[in-house]
């Protein structure tokens, strides 16, 4: 049964068969349906609905350059969209359903609006994991556009409370899945000619890619923008953050990771994934302290900290 959730108003639905149905309607009806998957929570619409893209991008206040990941059920879904070589094709079979988002050239009767690809002659597509995610898109069949569920360049949701907090009203149906399992965006690779760039770090590692390729990726242009969360600053809060703060001032929340406790611990085992998880949800609580600075304890550079490290410079660029 669907059912409100009061402490975060009306627009949020606990999952449930009515509820998924109501956002099958709203799908179909070219709205948008704000989404958990296991990485954050997304703003969904059909990919090939021009005017609902269009709302995304208006809901969010999204930059019309920055393309969109499509979500689909399964490989040969994808595989009606882009253009699978053998390598993508390895990608796929190995790691989805998952945090990976593999960018392949566009089919050329691609059937999803002109917006999604932000005129670029890729498309990005992913096949997530989260049972919400997953029931809609097989009880809708449709293909999904799902960037994360925020304000543009804003802290990425992980509970549907987040989303109310950033979208509000503008978002009427949140199906409402709990939190996030990953806690971070998908892993994003670019597949090309036999080679693979990573284009976003995300939970899927660069040591997971090369076990999976049996090769290195090559250098991505950093100065292209051809996926989502390229852009310098990303995934800010409202407050100034400093990283790699072994301390903090009094003016300060410190999100604290390992021995450095802070006023909150991304984990205190030093558990990296755990990390990952908790990160959008401290940045969410250190942005509505009292407090007008935010300061980050070091992360370790290596295996998903990559990710970590990534959003962490980015949500530190200035705008």
């Known amino acids: 049964m669907s059912g409100s959730n009061?402490?975060?108003?009306?627009?949020?639905?606990?999952?449930?068969?009515?509820?998924?149905?109501?956002?099958?309607?709203?799908?179909?009806?070219g709205g948008l349906v704000a989404v958990p998957t296991e990485t954050v929570y997304g703003l969904a619409a059909d990919s090939t609905n021009a005017a609902a893209v269009a709302e995304i991008y208006r809901t969010k206040g999204?930059?019309?350059?920055?393309?969109?990941?499509?979500?689909?059920?399964?490989?040969?879904?994808?595989?009606?969209?882009g253009k699978f070589?053998?390598?993508?094709?390895?990608?796929?079979?190995?790691?989805?359903?998952?945090?990976?988002?593999?960018v392949v050239p566009k089919r050329d009767n691609c059937p999803v609006a002109a917006a999604v690809t932000a005129g670029l002659e890729t498309i990005a597509?992913?096949?997530?994991?989260?049972?919400?995610?997953?029931?809609?898109?097989?009880?809708?069949?449709?293909?999904?556009?799902?960037?994360?569920?925020n304000r543009s360049g804003g802290i990425s949701p992980t509970t549907a409370e987040h989303v109310t907090r950033s979208l509000g009203a503008k978002v009427p149906l949140i199906l409402d899945g709990g939190p996030c399992e990953r806690g971070i965006e998908s892993t994003i690779i670019a597949v090309a000619g036999g080679e693979y760039r990573i284009l976003r770090p995300g939970p899927v590692t660069e040591a997971q890619l090369e076990a999976v390729a049996g090769k290195a990726p090559i250098l991505a242009d950093t100065n292209?923008?051809?996926a989502p969360g390229q852009m310098l600053s990303h995934y800010a809060p409202s407050k100034p953050l400093r990283l790699n703060a072994e301390t903090a001032a009094d003016d300060e929340y410190h999100i604290g990771f390992g021995n450095l406790p802070g006023d909150r611990n991304l984990s205190p085992d030093a558990d990296l994934a755990e990390a990952?998880?908790?990160?959008?949800?401290?940045?969410?609580?250190?942005?509505?302290?009292?407090?007008?600075?935010?300061?980050?304890?070091?992360?370790?550079?290596?295996?998903?900290?990559n990710a970590l490290n990534d959003r962490l410079r980015r949500a530190a660029s200035p705008r």
Request: proline share 9%.
């Open 224 to 226: 292209l923008i051809e």
């Open 125 to 149: 597509l992913r096949c997530p994991a989260h049972p919400v995610m997953r029931e809609l898109l097989e009880q809708s069949g449709l293909y999904l556009a799902a960037p994360s569920a």
């Open 276 to 305: 990952a998880s908790l990160l959008f949800a401290a940045l969410h609580d250190a942005d509505a302290s009292g407090k007008p600075r935010i300061a980050v304890a070091p992360i370790p550079n290596a295996g998903i900290g």
């Open 6 to 29: 009061d402490h975060i108003g009306g627009e949020a639905r606990r999952y449930g068969n009515a509820t998924i149905g109501e956002a099958v309607a709203r799908l179909r009806a």
């Open 85 to 102: 070589d053998d390598l993508a094709s390895l990608f796929a079979d190995a790691l989805w359903p998952g945090p990976l988002t593999i």
């Open 62 to 81: 999204r930059p019309d350059f920055n393309p969109l990941i499509v979500h689909v059920p399964d490989r040969e879904s994808a595989g009606k969209l």
